[in-house]
């Protein structure tokens, strides 16, 4: 017999950006569970999905009806040692066989969180979501008149890394009506998400075939908060829009703006 645990959430997507290279597309993705009682163990097909929740939408827990679980509470924890005696719990109403959350109602902070299921019949295995930040990052170029310059990310509470994509055309993000990140006009020369804790990033770091900058030109970047370090795939699509800077020249030495 198998036990099927769903997540269901709001789906996060940015398909705009997954045609331009710069990311992918995220949808909440059904986690199985196979039941050797008295416990349920992964099934290794769908091992690696995780997902990104926003601290007000709903996380649910289902499975089937016929394993007519007793008792059943969904608990989370910052690591697995702490998951049984964890206070931030839910647990299933009446003849319900699922359970509903989110991370606001039980304090859930911003990162990793692990969850399992304990009911009469056993307990689940581990697994982990993110918790997302509605933060967006920010990043300032420190030394735009170099051939590499650097971008230095303002860090987020609780966000471990951050992604970057440089454009050398204008563009716009902006959420579709289905909530999915819709972009255009962007023509991406390079992208990056670094690793745990890096907030100053050089430009091309990591890029195979690097495009020169030409000096006089503006380029136009966009920042991301990253909840696996280098990985595209857990990109938040939280972002404070898209920014400029005119390579070659020191901002410094610009004149002035005349009024009247």
Do not use: C
Not at 117 to 126: E, H, K, T
């Amino acid at each position: 017999m198998r036990l099927l645990l769903r997540h269901i959430v709001h789906l996060l997507t940015w398909s705009g950006l997954l045609a331009a290279g710069l990311g992918g597309v995220w949808h909440a993705h059904a986690q199985e569970y196979s039941v050797e009682p008295p416990r349920f163990i992964f099934d290794d097909v769908d091992k690696g999905y995780d997902l990104l929740f926003r601290p007000d939408h709903i996380i649910r827990v289902q499975w089937p009806t016929e394993y007519n679980l007793s008792n059943a509470t969904l608990r989370w924890a910052r690591s697995p040692a702490a998951l049984a005696t964890s206070e931030r719990a839910a647990s299933a109403t009446g003849g319900d066989a699922f359970i509903d959350v989110t991370a606001e109602a039980l304090d859930m902070a911003v990162g990793q969180w692990y969850g399992q299921i304990f009911a009469d019949q056993g307990v689940s295995n581990v697994f982990f979501i993110y918790v997302e930040s509605e933060t967006p990052p920010t990043a300032a170029v420190l030394n735009p008149e170099s051939e590499v310059p650097t971008f230095e990310v303002t860090p987020v509470p609780g966000v471990p890394a951050y992604g970057i994509g440089v454009s050398d055309t204008p563009f716009t993000v902006r959420l579709d009506p289905d909530g999915d990140l819709a972009v255009e006009g962007l023509s991406l020369i390079w992208r990056y998400v670094g690793a745990t804790g890096e907030t100053s990033i050089p430009y091309a770091r990591d890029a195979v075939n690097p495009v020169p900058l030409e000096r006089g030109r503006t380029y136009y970047y966009i920042v991301f908060n990253a909840y696996e370090p280098s990985d595209v795939r857990f990109l938040s699509s939280v972002n404070a829009g898209v920014f400029t800077f005119k390579n070659g020249i020191d901002p410094s030495q610009l004149a002035a703006p005349t009024l009247g």
